[in-house]
């Protein structure tokens, strides 16, 4: 029998699990789910392919999305299929999305952006049931299949917002308002309670859709797009995002105008050496960072990932490019470089292993450690006035041969602590008279006050 039935199914699995993890077994012709129970029917090509799944299933664990599933012969030769779905001019044009890491808000309109290019919507619905799903109503079930086939598998922004897509039971959906949950394309009428994208707080970068490939995802042109993954993610990698282990950290949520590749480097070599920074031009507010090694990028994620910084937050992934390359430079708003090279900058912090050993990695806190200054500098002078200002200061007894001092700032908050190290981190202060500037170093405390 060519027809296996799949118990113990994860509530969030979808079709293109069971294909990722099945496929090994011989070619699957038609799947066909059973969600609220949990289980799956999957139809072989050949009968000897059924055997070895159920035979395989039977000796060793065989996980679909991370969960064990267990396999038997199903009691059809065939699975009966909705509405004739082999023949291309019957099936559904409505297909259910489930976004996989959905790091940025999804909205109609970033849906409408992917998917109407290659076939005309007519409705979306998103909602939060199984996570983040959406239910895209297209105009023809032929527009529907190049959608599935072209979008299956993609992501909608660089490393995160994976989409996989079924086919939906309803075959018609009924949209009552038009806004970022639901959307009917055919009543303009119904546009009022519409909310804009770019007007919802903390969306991330305002629209960083990578561009849509002609005919194929894996046909890429832009030396950047290479971090559109295609689905599915090797199981075994990083925790973090499902990777494998890179020196390269992947950064979005950067303030477009106050952050810049030197700003990048002051917070982030706090965690680890900085070879590269490069800003993607095809993905706004975001850019990646060569690390010293896999260690650097692990540490980064575990201590940045989710933290704000100028009213945004970051998202830190492990990236799928294992080096950065100078491709595409431009300039950022503010004037400076979308690259630059830190290989041999004396600012990086673990460059051999008695520096290395002095740095106590800390996740982000309210106060800071400064140290490196010349005795003749008040701690009122540290600070510029474009930084937010200190609440409390302590600074430490120094030795009378000592040519720096050092203490510690407390800010009102942890954010304002990481927005001052972000901007004054290796800031150069001059002294009348002195030959070298000497340069500020910044860190985050062990305490979290004074």
């Known amino acids: 029998v060519p027809v296996v039935h799949v118990r113990g199914l994860c509530e969030a699995v979808v079709e293109a699990d069971l294909i990722d993890a099945l496929e090994r077994f011989g070619p699957i012709c038609y799947v066909m789910m059973m969600p609220f129970k949990r289980q799956a029917l999957v139809e072989f090509s050949a009968g000897e392919s059924a055997d070895l799944c159920v035979s395989c299933g039977a000796k060793e664990p065989v996980y679909i999305a991370g969960q064990q599933a267990y396999f038997n012969y199903s009691t059809s030769k065939r699975i009966t299929r909705p509405t004739n779905a082999d023949n291309p001019n019957s099936g559904n044009k409505v297909l259910l ?16 952006t992917v998917c109407n290019p290659i076939g005309s919507v007519l409705r979306i619905v998103i909602f939060k049931r199984n996570g983040i ?33 079924e ?4 075959t018609r959906l009924n949209v009552i308002k038009n806004d970022n949950e639901s959307w009917d394309y055919t009543k303009p009428e119904l546009q009022k309670s519409f909310v804009n994208f770019d007007c919802v707080p903390h969306s991330g970068p305002p629209c960083p859709l990578l561009p849509l490939p002609n005919n194929s995802r894996y046909k890429l042109t832009s030396v950047d797009v290479p971090d559109m993954v295609s689905y599915p993610l090797p199981q075994s990698s990083s925790s973090y995002s499902g990777h494998a282990p890179s020196s390269v950290a992947m ?11 030197t700003r990048i480097f002051n917070l982030f070599c706090l965690y680890g050496n900085i070879e590269k920074v490069k800003f993607m031009k095809s993905v706004p507010g975001t850019a ?13 994620i575990t201590h940045l990932n989710s933290i704000k910084v100028f009213g945004k937050r970051l998202n830190v992934c492990v990236s799928k490019q294992h080096a950065v390359i100078p491709s595409q430079v431009f300039e950022l708003e503010d004037g400076s470089s979308s690259y630059k090279d830190f290989a041999m900058t004396r600012n990086n912090r673990f460059s051999s292993a008695g520096q ?10 309210a106060v800071l450690h400064y140290y490196n200054v010349p005795p003749c500098i008040s701690q009122d002078h540290l600070l510029r006035h474009d930084v937010p200002g200190f609440v409390k200061f302590k ?16 800010f009102d908050s942890k954010t304002e602590a990481v927005e001052v190290l972000t901007v004054l981190n290796h800031y150069q202060i001059r002294i009348p008279n002195g030959s070298n500037p000497y340069t500020l170093k910044l860190c985050f405390s062990t305490s979290s006050h004074l």
């Not at 023809?140 to 490393?159: E, F, P, R, V």
């Not at 950064?251 to 590749?261: D, I, Q, R, Y």
């Not at 050993?357 to 806190?365: E, G, T």
């Open 97 to 112: 999305l489930s976004i996989q890491n959905p790091l940025y808000p999804i909205t109609t309109d970033v849906l409408y």
């Open 356 to 365: 290395a050993s002095k740095n106590i990695i800390q996740p982000p806190s």
């Open 395 to 410: 600074m430490f007894d120094a030795k009378p041969s000592s040519k720096t001092i050092s203490g510690l700032l407390e």
């Open 251 to 261: 950064v979005s949520g950067l303030h477009p105008s106050k952050m810049n590749c």
């Open 288 to 300: 990646l960072v060569e690390m010293g090694d896999e260690y650097a990028v692990d540490r980064a």
């Open 133 to 165: 799903q959406a239910m895209v109503e297209f105009e023809s079930i032929q527009c529907a299949q190049k959608a599935k086939a072209a979008l299956n598998g993609a992501d909608i922004y660089a490393g995160c917002c994976t989409l996989k897509i």
């Open 167 to 170: 086919y939906a039971r309803p």
